[in-house]
């Protein structure tokens, strides 16, 4: 009886993974699929140490219900599915399912990837504990847009600080910048690992930008791209957090150090056109690279290196 039950648990599960995998392709046009294969980067940026596998989780929850989440999500999980399978750089098992953070379960993974999560996914302390421990033992963690706004939920922002301890910082003040307007990026190191495929130093983007409170600090975080407030509009009416407008200091990426792990952050992916960006997605590449443990690069944070100007 016990075996049946297992065998049965097994099942939904493996339904489920394949329904969510299913429906992130179906949401997804024809044209709109073959704009994203065509985007995949067609090599690693370096060659795996062993195989890789990686858990991705979409889930969205509000008020303690999953809700629906980004529209872009589906073209996210597409290409980073085609992307693992292009490169071979990386296995995905995609689940929404929260007791995938067991600690029996994690150690089948060498990474984690948040792609658009929000709000509070889960309460339990060992679980929470349990994705804390993964990270810094040695595991990586990847996030992608709305996973900075992952384990919070209007008006309190803290619900789990130490994941945004482990993040390097927690989104908080709305959006200066909509979906459908046009920033300017800044490339911080043009000759880092996971900065190199921008081939200019600043470029147009459109997305949705979200602004952080503490712990965001370049004592911690390694910036690789950044807003650059010279060519993007600075109007106060945007709404600005005053310690941002104060400092002007608006990330988009980072890397950092996480015990004896690696974290890697990107708050690009708000828009579905972000996923054929062939730069953007060689960048993510890089990242999942540095975080899985493959691609070593400087994670020093930028307030402590010695820039020659």
């Known amino acids: 009886m016990k075996i049946e039950k297992t065998r049965l648990v097994l099942f939904i599960t493996a339904c489920a993974i394949m329904l969510l995998c299913h429906h992130a392709k179906a949401d997804i046009s024809a044209e709109d699929q073959t704009k994203i294969a065509q985007a995949i980067p067609q090599k690693t940026i370096v060659q795996p ?57 994690l150690e089948q993974f060498d990474a984690i990837c948040f792609l658009n999560t929000a709000g509070v996914l889960f309460h339990d302390p060992t679980l929470r504990m349990n994705l804390l421990d993964f990270v810094s033992e040695g595991g990586g963690f990847i996030g992608i847009h709305a996973a900075a706004a992952t384990f919070v939920q209007w008006p309190e922002y803290w619900q789990f600080p130490a994941f ?103 708050s690009l992916g708000h828009n579905s056109f972000i996923y054929w960006n062939p730069s953007v997605l060689e960048h993510i590449l890089a990242g999942i690279q540095y975080a899985l443990g493959d691609l070593k690069a400087d994670a020093t944070p930028s307030n402590q290196l010695k820039i020659k100007k």
Not at 71 to 78: K, R, Y
Not at 81 to 96: C, I, P, R, Y
Not at 166 to 175: C, F, I, P, S
């Open 164 to 266: 945004g301890q482990m993040l390097g910082a927690y989104e908080d003040g709305g959006h200066p910048w909509k979906p459908d307007e046009t920033i300017t990026l800044k490339v911080e190191e043009p000759n880092h690992p996971l900065t190199f495929m921008f081939k200019d130093q600043n470029f147009q983007i459109q997305d949705e930008v979200f602004q952080f409170r503490a712990p965001y600090s370049r004592d911690n975080l390694r910036i690789l791209l950044s807003i650059d407030i010279e060519k993007t509009d600075m109007n106060p009416a945007r709404r600005f957090l005053p310690e941002r407008y104060a400092d002007k200091d608006f990330a988009m990426s980072w890397i950092r150090e996480y015990g004896k792990g690696r974290v890697f952050y990107t």
């Open 49 to 105: 140490l062993q195989p890789r596998k990686i858990l991705l989780m979409n889930l969205h929850v509000r008020d303690g219900k999953p809700s629906y989440g980004h529209d872009s999500t589906p073209c996210g999980n597409l290409a980073l599915k085609l992307m693992g399978e292009q490169t071979d750089a990386f296995d995905v098992t995609f689940s929404n399912d929260t007791l995938m953070f067991k600690k029996e379960n």
